[in-house]
């Protein structure tokens, strides 16, 4: 049984004294100017350093999902939020607060569903096909979204082409096993076959891949997106403030009466005793 520190905190991943960091046992001055954004988010959340070469992966994945637009709505809660007098990093707190299970929660459940499919062919000694179909099967009985594929804009979304060629090159130099890269390919595979059209991988389930190529556990996804994510809300709740606007609304007020579908009571006149 691990012993219960008697501590008030008590952390692996960073010793803070008068000056002096030492970040997963690295003085930070030794960090700073050699390790890109990606290496050190690894490093943080899993505690060693990454392998050398896998670090690109990590920089791939995070410049991958940085933004999409207004159509994304955390990038418009942002932009909305900077046109109401609140500060800026108030403005990025909202747009990342609209990230969760829907919206934003694709690369953590794409992650599970890829650990689920390796374990299941490990343990019960089945083919990646095999147990896919299965998954797929259940999915598609009970009207389930399949995570990481399919994307409302793009029918092939470039930025998973990307990804994937970077991922494969690491795969070649034998630094990654290539294990989820096959599973997320099979699954598009699997998914054109049952439903006779194209459900692409999308940047969730490319960014999924490469993370547990990397060996993050799943519970991390929502994490790296929003690592992601940030970038493009910081630079367009920032541009918003800039704009001069006031109290953006979900849409301009002339398209409200247009837009906005009222099926309430009828116009009526308040009872008599509440007249007085």
Known sequence: MEKVSSKFWKTSIIK???????????RIEDLIGRLTYG????????????????????????????????SSPAIAAARMA?????TLNCSIATGINML?????GAVEQAMKLYYKILDETQENKESVEYVIDKQLKEFQENNWYV????????????????????????????????????????????????????????????????????????????????????????????????????IKTVMPPEMWEEEMEYDGPEERDLPPEYQN
């Open 147 to 246: 995570p990481g594929f399919g994307h409302g804009t793009h029918t092939k979304d470039p930025r998973s082409i990307r990804v994937f060629q970077l991922a494969e090159e690491v795969k070649q130099q034998g630094l990654i096993s290539g294990n989820f890269l096959k599973i997320a390919k099979t699954v598009e595979v699997k998914l054109l076959e049952r439903y006779k059209k194209l459900i692409a991988i999308n940047i969730d389930g490319s960014i999924a891949a490469v993370a547990c190529e990397l060996g993050f556990p799943w519970q991390v996804g929502k994490g790296l997106f929003c690592l992601s994510r940030i970038i493009g809300i910081t630079a367009h709740a920032y541009e918003e403030s800039q704009s001069g606007y006031r």
């Open 16 to 26: 803070v004294r008068p000056n002096s960091l030492i970040m997963r046992g690295y």
């Open 100 to 104: 969760g299970d829907i919206h934003g």
């Open 82 to 86: 900077a046109t109401c007098g609140v």
């Open 39 to 70: 290496e050190m988010v690894y490093l943080m959340i899993k505690g060693e350093l990454p392998p050398k070469g896998t670090g690109k992966l990590m920089d791939a994945i995070l410049i991958a999902g940085c933004d999409h637009g207004a």
